[in-house]
């Protein structure tokens, strides 16, 4: 399984060109992969897709949404991308203005050749929860998130197996996401789910990272980071 990971989270408010300043983890691990979950009020393209410290990140499938309705869903990866306990910056820039919920999660231990299989989508239209199973295998880790348009802020509740590693509230707004971010240690197939306060309409995106090969080392000589240290929200970053 792999060795840790590190999740954050920001709300960004209307704006064109989002930006938000992350600490990253320490650098005491190796076969390191950067996930990003773009979660947006509005259906949105790029002019430019997500860069970490300047680096362009590979989109993970492609947009997709609860019908042609809101909310919507975008993901990024990045191997081996700079993470040495400094502050560096999310930037991309969609076609129009949006208001979006971003996940942004450090997992160490993934093969740097193919560190993700084919995104697994879940979607229900005014619902309390959704559920999907995901392809997946002993060893793996199975990363997923939801997000819904919610009046209220909703109270969010993660399947069994699942480590809640993030909220991220839009304010009580109609038109800002609220998301939940969870992983799960992989196995044949993983049940992944959430449910939450209220009849919403919700997507979920789930990607299955795929673990080094056996004997391969992940772990360099300073491993001074526990387990999901340094998790949390972060609000309003974007500028």
């Known amino acids: ?14 704006t064109a060109n989002p930006r ?8 005491g691990f190796s076969n390191r992969v950067l996930v990003v979950w773009i979660f947006g009020d509005v259906t949105f393209s790029m002019d430019s897709g997500p860069t970490w410290n300047s680096v362009a990140m590979t989109e993970v499938g492609t947009i997709a949404s609860v019908g042609g309705a809101a909310p919507f ?3 990024y990866r ?6 040495d306990g400094n502050e560096y910056t999310l930037a991309w820039d969609p076609v129009s203005t949006l208001r979006s919920a971003t996940i942004a999660r450090w997992v160490d231990g993934i093969d740097q050749v193919t560190p993700n299989d084919t995104q697994e989508d879940a979607t229900v239209s005014a619902g309390t929860s959704v559920s999907d199973d995901v392809t997946s295998a002993v ?3 199975v990363v997923g998130a939801v997000a819904i348009l919610n009046n ?15 909220d991220l509230f839009g304010g009580g707004s109609a038109s800002s996401p609220a998301a939940n971010g969870t992983v799960e240690a992989g196995a044949v197939t993983v049940t992944w789910s959430c449910s939450w306060t209220g009849n919403e309409d919700a997507i979920s995106r789930c990607i299955n990272l795929n ?3 056996a004997g391969t080392d992940t772990m360099d000589v300073d491993r001074s980071m526990p387990r999901g240290f340094g998790r949390g929200l972060i ?3 974007a500028y």
Do not use: K, W
């Open 211 to 213: 673990a080094v090969a």
């Open 139 to 141: 060893g793996d880790l």
């Open 20 to 27: 938000a300043h992350l600490a990253t983890p320490p650098d």
């Open 152 to 166: 209220p802020d909703p109270t969010f509740v993660p399947g069994a197996g699942q480590t809640d590693e993030v």
């Open 78 to 83: 990045l191997v081996a991308p700079i993470s």
């Open 73 to 75: 869903v975008r993901t």
């Open 1 to 14: 399984m792999s060795s840790s990971y590190h999740e954050v989270g920001f709300i960004a408010a209307n």
């Open 235 to 237: 609000r309003g970053l």
